[in-house]
């Protein structure tokens, strides 16, 4: 199956996703740990959908709520990725990459991400 024109058709606003690359020992100073840096870049094809009554049934553990978010995309993304949606009204959300689905035997390459909202402030709901 090809659900490329079905996830365009949900596609709002742009996905920037912010991964963050291994850190190391810098050897030539003492082991010293150094930070890795993190790489930003656009995703082309995708759409973010609310997470559906059934996925919040099956949460294990509560970790989802009604502002997280399900990623359909054709990129391969690491649990704990950020992921910045700006949608057309310039309306801005952060969220980070909880949990991955494959789902290449429905569409080649297609990514099901499951993520959590992560820029409220919860004193204020």
Not at 26 to 31: I, W
Not at 40 to 52: D, E, G, K
Request: charged content about 30%.
């Amino acid at each position: 199956m090809n659900f490329k024109q079905l996830i365009r058709r949900y596609q709002t606003g742009k996905v920037q996703v912010v991964e963050k690359l291994d850190g190391y020992h810098d050897m030539n100073n003492g082991g010293e740990w150094v930070e890795g840096d993190s790489s930003t870049h656009n995703l082309t094809l995708f759409a973010i959908v609310p997470l559906s009554d059934e996925d919040l049934k099956f949460d294990e553990g509560g970790s989802y709520d009604d502002q997280s978010r399900k990623l359909y995309c054709y990129k391969t993304l690491v649990k704990g990725t950020k992921v910045v949606n700006t949608m057309t009204d310039g309306t801005v959300s952060e969220y980070k990459i909880m949990q991955c689905r494959n789902y290449s035997d429905h569409d080649k390459g297609l990514q099901i991400y499951y993520m959590r909202r992560v820029d409220r402030d919860d004193k204020d709901n």
